[in-house]
């Protein structure tokens, strides 16, 4: 499934590197809110996670750190029209959706490996979880699309709440995990323009 969006063309050299990556177009108001809340999260997150008395290493701050700009940069980023123009058009169909989603995999396996003591069943549970649940929304007829991946996110929460132990100073990591790929990244939906109104 194929959905076209119409959009500028990314630029050339670096700045076509950033609009390939947040989508070409951006405007400065979409610019400000997929950069500033990040930074504010790569400094937060490191920063909750040092109060709990846990003898933390350098390289779990840091991934913690990567981990909150990644996410709450990806949740913004993937609900901005620039980005929706982007990532739904023309040439991106289930292959790319699943395959943008796959390499989220790489998340939940470093989370795994140092932030939770190479836990095998959180790595394979979560990652079953994300491919299925990716699936079943890429192939849900459109209409149905936002309900299917509503619902599927909800089953995430509470998965996260009540299956798995939390993982400590990354609490909040399946709850944006999930809304990252979930609900921002895969859903199709309008990308309104500047001053556009209902």
């Known amino acids: 499934m194929s959905m076209q969006i119409p959009g500028p063309k990314p ?15 951006a405007t400065t108001a979409e610019l400000v809110l997929q950069l500033i809340p990040p930074v ?16 933390w290493t350098p390289v779990q701050l840091g991934l913690i ?15 901005t029209a620039a980005g929706k123009r982007w990532y739904h058009r023309s040439g ?5 959706h699943l395959g943008f989603t796959a390499i989220h995999l790489l998340h939940i396996l470093l989370v795994s490996l ?16 994300l491919l299925s649940a990716a699936a079943m929304i890429i192939w849900a007829p459109l209409y149905l699309q936002r309900p299917v991946a509503l619902g599927l996110y909800g089953l995430a929460l509470l998965g996260d709440r009540y299956w798995f132990v939390p993982t400590p100073g990354l609490e909040w990591f399946l709850s944006f995990f999930f809304l990252k ?3 921002g990244h895969l859903l199709h939906e309008t990308p309104y323009l500047p001053g556009e109104k209902r």
């Open 181 to 183: 790929l979930l609900i």
């Open 114 to 129: 140092f932030l939770r003591g190479g836990d095998v069943a959180f790595f394979a549970g979560v990652s079953l979880y």
């Open 11 to 25: 630029r050339t050299g670096l700045l076509g590197s950033l609009d390939r990556f947040i989508g070409p177009g």
């Open 40 to 55: 504010v999260a790569a400094i937060v997150a490191p920063a909750y996670a040092m109060t709990l008395s846990i003898p």
């Open 65 to 79: 750190a990567i981990l909150g700009f990644d996410l709450l940069g990806g949740v913004l980023t993937n609900a």
């Open 92 to 96: 991106q169909g289930w292959r790319q």
